[in-house]
């Protein structure tokens, strides 16, 4: 942690500096209250020890308002030679997260260092959460039945426990920020933060702010300083997604972040020490970009550390029916929907489709399928057009086709551009039973030996 010390005597500063630095963590000092004010603004500490009479001031409980002010959320510990109930009591009342009486022994406070590491610990671990569940979904699953998909899984997570960069490289939609994540769950980083910043989503200046922060004044609109996301991911994991992207004028910046662990916010001269492990991603050819000139090839080389390529979804089919099964239970639970498995044909859309969109696009296909399905089976219509076509030609009339295909395609169609199966009976003008009976016989035939591969079931696949 990084640790400021207010107390208004300088042996008492020094005694407690030096107590924290044994105890592994950063100390900075200040002899007033106006002092701890000023280096708040300045810097991000996570924890004051704070003087409860500092001499010639206001009263220490005074400034543990003024200094939470100044940074929201911030933990307080008071210490004072004049120790009473009420003191502590009202200390507590106003924010302060422990309570120390000098004068303490270097055992006291390395119980209250533990206890505030702690705490820390478990806020970033609830943001973590909290982030996660905002990002509803399925749990990751990174088993795998594709020898690719297996090797890349080992190297990631004999990788995850070091200080390493790793680069996943791979089309969008391949799970690159999920394994991201895994790795920094398997990391000694665990409980710190894991920060993401989006190299294409914003223009060269305000990228720069972002990952570096800037002090106020520092270009227009600069109304007050800002910490960037390098010092929010300290103690944790910085991953930079799309790293392709990155503008070439901040590329050297960024070279300079995973050489030196060093960086300056944008506007200031004072040169800061950056606690993270970087992850990237993109979807680009690195190598190519470095031949065309536009991706620095000092930065790819020190980006080079540990690198995987996550394969396509069409490229390990064998993963496909146990995807698309977690995808349809998640969703299926989500919703409060019976659906449970696919019918045959609709089975056969599936792993007849290309998925150019990858987990992304058969995620976003089977929450649309749940969606709209009418019963515990999904169907063919309840899946996007171009699905459909993936599996058989689309019939037409006219088409050198038998009338039970032509009847198979109207039926099809109609049940897709309705929302009851007996409004579509309706339409066809025949009785919601005979519809039934008729579409049981086809997907019993489509079900048939050599018909299509076996559909996924509750039960397997």
């Not at 409860?52 to 004072?80: M, N």
């Not at 219509?381 to 689309?394: I, K």
């Not at 039970?404 to 929302?419: D, Q």
């Amino acid at each position: 942690m990084r640790i400021l010390v207010v107390d208004d005597h300088r042996t008492v500063r020094l005694a407690i500096s030096q107590a924290v630095r044994g105890e592994g963590h950063e100390a900075d000092t200040a002899d007033t209250g106006r002092v701890a004010q000023l280096k708040l603004q300045e810097e991000r500490f996570d924890l004051v020890v704070l003087d409860l009479h500092l001499e010639g001031e206001a009263d220490g409980l005074e400034y543990l308002a003024k200094l939470q002010k100044i940074s929201p959320g911030l933990s307080v510990v008071i210490c004072t030679a004049q120790a009473s109930i009420d003191t502590a009591v009202e200390a507590m009342r106003r924010g302060a997260i422990d309570y120390l009486e000098k004068p303490f022994t270097p055992e006291q406070l390395r119980t209250v260092l533990s206890r505030v590491e702690r705490i820390q610990r478990l806020k970033q671990r609830a943001e973590g959460l909290a982030d996660q569940v905002a990002r509803t979904g399925p749990r990751p699953d990174f088993s795998s039945e594709d020898i690719a998909m297996k090797t890349i899984v080992d190297v990631v997570e004999r990788a995850a426990n070091t200080r390493a960069t790793v680069l996943f490289l791979g089309e969008n939609g391949t799970g690159k920020s999920q394994l991201a994540r895994h790795v920094h769950g398997l990391s000694a980083a665990a409980d710190g933060p894991f920060v993401t910043v989006n190299c294409p989503s914003l223009s060269r200046e305000l990228l720069e702010s972002e990952l570096f922060g800037h002090v106020q004044g520092a270009f227009t609109g600069a109304i007050k300083d800002k910490w960037g996301k390098v010092e929010a991911a300290r103690g944790g994991t910085l991953f930079l997604d799309e790293i392709g992207e990155l503008p070439a004028e901040l590329q050297p910046k960024l070279l300079r972040l995973l050489q030196e662990r060093a960086y300056e916010r944008v506007g200031d001269t004072k040169t800061r020490h950056a606690d993270v492990r970087v992850i990237a991603a993109t979807n680009r050819d690195l190598a190519a970009a470095v031949k065309a000139g536009t991706f620095r090839e000092d930065l790819f080389y020190r980006l080079n550390v540990i690198t995987v390529t996550v394969p396509a979804l069409r490229e390990r089919p064998t993963d496909l029916a146990r995807l698309a099964k977690s995808y349809l239970q998640y969703f299926a639970e989500d919703a409060g929907r019976p659906v449970q498995t696919f019918s045959p044909a609709a089975w056969a859309a599936l792993r007849a489709h290309p998925w150019p969109g990858n987990l992304r696009e058969l995620r976003n296909v089977i929450e649309r399928a749940v969606i709209l399905a009418r019963g515990s089976e999904i169907e063919l219509g309840d899946l996007p057009a171009e699905l459909g076509t993936s599996v058989e030609p689309s019939v037409e009339l006219g088409a050198l086709v038998s009338l039970e295909a032509l009847e198979r395609e109207h039926v099809r169609r109609v049940i897709a551009r309705t929302v009851r199966l007996e409004d579509a009976a309706a339409v066809l003008g025949i009785d919601s039973a005979t519809l039934y009976r008729r579409r049981k016989r086809w997907s019993a035939e489509a079900a048939a030996p050599g018909a299509a591969e076996a559909v996924p079931t509750e039960a397997g696949t």
